[in-house]
């Protein structure tokens, strides 16, 4: 026999050799017992789950695949699912070496009528973490190819209902060695679609603490796009990470729709922000965001401290409207306040501090130009405040308007719905304020102080007013009030020789001493107002629960001869409603158009409050200085 010949022999006999073996080892493979244990035990051994198949079967040609019907994978004990894991139909094509030496490794697979249901329990545990000391064996993948269609995810978590998407589609594709890989798919919320593409450079590592790739993702839902570009992290704990996020939205309507958030934005959303993690602590930095006319920057850092999520952070914004950012925010423009009502009963926001318990943390925040709701405009708004369960302290803000300034402090408490506050105005313009709020009556200077330090609680505005406990101080310096109503009356109640231009007012001062209790302050002397030529100290009560006023008072002539009505009756009654009082001899006159004023101090968008600066006339008859002059000396009386 010749030499070709042997070689030739020795080569078929090892080829037949190989084929016994390879028919041994397929034969124990396609064993559809054999394939259950095995798929069970590894389950069991890399995330302690368990598994049960209603058919399991092997296929040789053209190529080694693996069917399974009916396929469950558990949730853990505490989960309200039993199952984390459903699928009609599994298709797994195998690695053909592998698979003779006794290896199952999947190249390809394919997924039918998949359902998953995820859930986070109260204590932060979420069902499809995997125990901490095992990891993904994702040897057991050198996937080049994923295909599942018409899949349901629900997502279950302790305080709300079940939210369900459908994932219409979904792709991946890539090398040997999870690296190169990409995917794609759509997901359906409703009516509202979720597109996403992306590429990760190496996916070897998944499951594994700490583990990151660099890639990139591409979401778009309607005319939103959002784009993230970095290292991305492939742990399910997100441990580490340093990757931009890039927002651009010409209109969120479809994001919206998407997340169920029952509002409409009108104007275009772009934000960017960087976002990194390691070694248990996250920042994220260069923040930029744009909504309309608002333009906010910052920076910030967060970590677990004492078992809690712990956050310190800067945001700093150039100018915002209140009343028009809400709304591009596509919040509803609050309703018209009821006909005589001062406060609002809508609910306040109380479950979003609700929703803080939990977390510590700390935000400076700088608002180069704030407009308030009122109108009122504060320039370089600065606050300083703390978050500690559902409770905000507000421990220092500042801000200028209306030529003065304001500062204080406030505490905010969620599930009690308390509100403790401490305010000050300085030299604030009275006729500034009455311009900003588009009040009707003209008026000019005004510089007023506030001090208050009240307490209350209550789900809205009207509650915390009818609630309102503590002194409320209000002094207003010289202003001219511009109403020839106001300007007549005055003259017709205090003289008929009187030379006072009856086309104004001139307001000398104004004082309020307001002790509230359960919103009611009542007392001797509480309110009183001098003009050029009169003067007026009342005595009664100002209740904002009922938002009435009660007072009672006498006007007095403060020099010339007198013929008006002042000198058969100075006794003077303004009562009714705050935000319109009744005087009992003309309601356009002076006395009526001081009350308007008090009350719109009182209840102006800012809070309660206070004022009076005085032009140093005697304190025994000057009603402004009576005001204050009768706490005085009670509190002497009472050391």
């Given at each position: 026999?010749?030499?070709?010949q042997?070689?030739?022999?020795?080569?078929?006999a090892v080829?037949v050799?190989l084929?016994?073996l390879g028919?041994?080892?397929?034969?124990?493979l396609?064993?559809?017992?054999?394939?259950?244990?095995l798929?069970?035990?590894s389950?069991?051994?890399?995330w302690?789950?368990?598994?049960?198949i209603?058919?399991?079967s092997l296929?040789?040609?053209?190529?080694?695949?693996l069917?399974a019907?009916?396929v469950?994978?558990?949730?853990?004990?505490?989960?309200?699912?039993?199952?984390?894991l459903?699928a009609?139909?599994?298709r797994?094509?195998?690695?053909l070496?592998p698979?003779l030496?006794?290896?199952?490794?999947?190249?390809?697979?394919?997924?039918?009528?998949?359902?998953l249901?995820?859930?986070?329990a109260a204590d932060?545990?979420?069902?499809?973490?995997?125990?901490?000391?095992?990891?993904?064996?994702?040897?057991?993948?050198d996937l080049?190819?994923?295909?599942?269609?018409?899949?349901?995810?629900?997502?279950?978590?302790?305080?709300?209902?079940?939210?369900?998407?459908?994932?219409?589609?979904?792709r991946a594709?890539?090398?040997?060695?999870l690296?190169n890989?990409a995917v794609?798919?759509r997901?359906?919320?409703?009516q509202y679609g979720l597109?996403?593409?992306?590429?990760l450079?190496?996916l070897?590592?998944?499951?594994?603490?700490?583990?990151?790739?660099?890639?990139s993702?591409?979401?778009?839902?309607?005319?939103?796009q959002?784009?993230?570009t970095?290292q991305l992290?492939?742990?399910?704990?997100?441990?580490?990470?340093d990757?931009?996020?890039v927002?651009?939205?010409?209109s969120?309507?479809?994001?919206?729709g998407?997340?169920q958030?029952?509002?409409?934005s009108?104007v275009?959303?772009?934000a960017?922000?960087?976002?990194q993690?390691k070694?248990?602590?996250?920042?994220?930095?260069?923040?930029?965001?744009?909504?309309?006319k608002l333009?906010?920057s910052?920076a910030g850092k967060?970590?677990?401290?004492?078992?809690r999520?712990?956050?310190d952070?800067?945001?700093?914004?150039?100018y915002?409207?209140?009343?028009?950012?809400?709304?591009?925010?596509?919040?509803?423009?609050?309703?018209e306040?009821?006909e005589?009502?001062?406060f609002r009963?809508?609910?306040?926001?109380?479950?979003?501090?609700?929703?803080m318990?939990?977390?510590?943390?700390k935000?400076?925040?700088?608002?180069?130009?704030l407009?308030?709701?009122s109108?009122?405009?504060v320039?370089?708004?600065?606050?300083?405040?703390t978050?500690?369960?559902?409770?905000?302290?507000?421990q220092?803000?500042?801000?200028?308007?209306?030529g003065?300034?304001a500062t204080?402090?406030?505490?905010?408490e969620?599930k009690k719905?308390?509100?403790?506050?401490?305010?000050?105005?300085?030299?604030?313009?009275?006729?500034g304020w009455f311009?900003a709020t588009?009040k009707?009556?003209?008026i000019?200077g005004?510089?007023m102080?506030?001090?208050?330090k009240?307490?209350?609680?209550g789900a809205?505005?009207?509650d915390?007013?009818?609630g309102?406990?503590?002194?409320?101080?209000?002094?207003?310096g010289s202003?001219?009030?511009?109403?020839?109503?106001?300007?007549?009356?005055?003259f017709?109640?205090?003289?008929?020789?009187?030379?006072k231009?009856?086309?104004?007012?001139?307001?000398a001062c104004?004082?309020?001493r307001?002790p509230f209790?359960?919103?009611?302050?009542?007392?001797?002397?509480?309110?009183?107002?001098?003009?050029?030529?009169s003067?007026?100290?009342?005595?009664?009560?100002v209740n904002?629960r009922?938002?009435?006023v009660?007072?009672?008072g006498s006007v007095?002539?403060?020099?010339?001869f007198s013929?008006g009505l002042?000198?058969?009756?100075?006794?003077?009654k303004i009562?009714?409603?705050?935000g319109?009082?009744?005087l009992?001899?003309d309601?356009?006159?002076?006395?009526?158009t001081?009350?308007?004023?008090?009350a719109?101090i009182?209840t102006?968008g800012?809070?309660i409050?206070?004022?009076s600066?005085?032009?140093?006339a005697?304190?025994?008859?000057?009603?402004?200085?009576?005001?204050?002059?009768?706490?005085a000396?009670?509190?002497?009386n009472?050391?």
């Amino acid at each position: 026999m010749r030499k070709w010949q042997k070689i030739l022999l020795s080569v078929l006999a090892v080829v037949v050799l190989l084929l016994v073996l390879g028919g041994f080892a397929l034969q124990r493979l396609t064993d559809s017992a054999h394939l259950t244990e095995l798929a069970r035990s590894s389950l069991k051994q890399s995330w302690n789950r368990d598994l049960t198949i209603g058919g399991l079967s092997l296929d040789l040609l053209p190529y080694p695949r693996l069917r399974a019907r009916d396929v469950r994978i558990s949730n853990p004990d505490w989960a309200k699912d039993k199952y984390l894991l459903q699928a009609d139909e599994v298709r797994a094509r195998l690695s053909l070496l592998p698979l003779l030496r006794g290896n199952v490794v999947v190249e390809g697979l394919l997924v039918k009528g998949l359902q998953l249901n995820l859930e986070v329990a109260a204590d932060g545990r979420r069902s499809w973490e995997m125990p901490k000391t095992r990891t993904l064996r994702t040897s057991q993948f050198d996937l080049l190819a994923l295909r599942a269609d018409g899949s349901t995810i629900n997502y279950r978590t302790p305080d709300t209902e079940i939210k369900r998407w459908r994932l219409e589609r979904l792709r991946a594709s890539g090398d040997s060695g999870l690296r190169n890989m990409a995917v794609s798919g759509r997901v359906v919320r409703g009516q509202y679609g979720l597109q996403f593409d992306g590429k990760l450079d190496d996916l070897s590592a998944l499951g594994t603490p700490h583990a990151v790739s660099k890639g990139s993702l591409t979401l778009k839902s309607g005319e939103t796009q959002a784009s993230v570009t970095g290292q991305l992290p492939l742990d399910s704990g997100l441990q580490d990470y340093d990757f931009a996020l890039v927002v651009d939205a010409a209109s969120m309507k479809e994001l919206y729709g998407f997340l169920q958030v029952d509002r409409a934005s009108p104007v275009p959303l772009k934000a960017s922000v960087l976002l990194q993690a390691k070694d248990g602590l996250s920042a994220f930095t260069d923040l930029k965001l744009q909504l309309g006319k608002l333009n906010l920057s910052g920076a910030g850092k967060w970590a677990r401290k004492n078992e809690r999520p712990n956050f310190d952070a800067r945001l700093q914004a150039d100018y915002i409207d209140m009343e028009q950012t809400f709304l591009d925010l596509g919040q509803a423009p609050l309703p018209e306040k009821k006909e005589g009502e001062l406060f609002r009963d809508k609910p306040l926001a109380w479950p979003l501090l609700r929703e803080m318990d939990g977390v510590d943390g700390k935000l400076d925040a700088t608002i180069v130009q704030l407009k308030l709701r009122s109108g009122v405009e504060v320039a370089n708004a600065q606050g300083t405040m703390t978050f500690t369960g559902d409770k905000l302290n507000v421990q220092h803000f500042s801000g200028s308007l209306l030529g003065g300034s304001a500062t204080g402090d406030i505490v905010l408490e969620g599930k009690k719905q308390a509100v403790q506050l401490n305010l000050q105005l300085n030299d604030v313009s009275l006729g500034g304020w009455f311009k900003a709020t588009g009040k009707k009556v003209a008026i000019n200077g005004g510089a007023m102080k506030v001090d208050a330090k009240v307490h209350t609680s209550g789900a809205s505005m009207k509650d915390l007013a009818a609630g309102l406990n503590g002194p409320v101080d209000i002094r207003i310096g010289s202003a001219q009030i511009l109403s020839p109503g106001a300007g007549k009356a005055e003259f017709w109640l205090t003289g008929l020789f009187s030379t006072k231009d009856a086309t104004r007012i001139d307001l000398a001062c104004a004082s309020g001493r307001l002790p509230f209790q359960s919103g009611v302050a009542k007392g001797a002397g509480i309110v009183g107002a001098r003009s050029d030529v009169s003067q007026l100290l009342t005595s009664g009560e100002v209740n904002l629960r009922q938002q009435t006023v009660d007072l009672r008072g006498s006007v007095k002539v403060r020099s010339g001869f007198s013929l008006g009505l002042s000198n058969f009756s100075d006794g003077v009654k303004i009562a009714g409603p705050i935000g319109k009082p009744q005087l009992n001899i003309d309601e356009s006159g002076t006395l009526g158009t001081i009350a308007r004023i008090g009350a719109a101090i009182l209840t102006s968008g800012v809070s309660i409050v206070a004022t009076s600066i005085w032009d140093g006339a005697n304190p025994k008859s000057d009603p402004c200085q009576v005001v204050f002059a009768s706490r005085a000396v009670r509190k002497k009386n009472s050391n």
